[in-house]
């Protein structure tokens, strides 16, 4: 019912940047939280940027001052500038949508949906 799809990855070199971007479709009204998570090999799963409906953002403190979570609400779509790549930041990002407002099939009236939505990941590889 509701996919979000990733696009960006690719191998890098350290020190240049790359742009992630998330599309999130479906019978959406809304999305209350947009972000990216990352998982390398053998690491948890760990937050690397969110941003709220409200534009709030929240930073893991590894990419802070880095990395740059920006949303388009009207397109439901999250893009995620990372610049000043290292070689940890390798890894596969995934996508994640938390508390989204689907249309009701038949009032077509936003309901709540309080869960975690994610996409399929994106590899990004940077190189020593």
């Known amino acids: 019912q509701v996919q979000l799809v990733e696009s960006g990855g690719g191998l890098v070199q350290p020190g240049v940047s790359l742009t992630l971007s998330c599309a999130a479709s479906?019978?959406?009204?809304?999305?209350?939280?947009l972000g990216w998570y990352r998982q390398a090999p053998g690491k948890e799963r760990e937050l690397v940027a969110a941003?709220?409906?409200?534009?709030?953002?929240n930073y893991g403190d590894s990419v802070k001052g880095r990395f740059t979570i920006s949303r388009d609400n009207a397109k439901n779509t999250v893009s995620l500038q990372m610049n000043s790549l290292k070689p940890e930041d390798t890894a596969v990002y995934y996508c994640?949508?938390?508390?989204?407002?689907?249309?009701?099939?038949?009032?077509?009236?936003?309901?709540?949906?309080?869960?975690?939505?994610w996409g399929k990941g994106t590899l990004v590889t940077v190189s020593s």
């Open positions: 941003v709220t409906s409200g534009m709030i953002t």
């Open positions: 994640n949508a938390r508390g989204i407002y689907l249309k009701d099939k038949r009032t077509q009236l936003p309901t709540y949906h309080g869960i975690d939505y």
């Open positions: 479906g019978n959406i009204f809304s999305i209350d939280a």
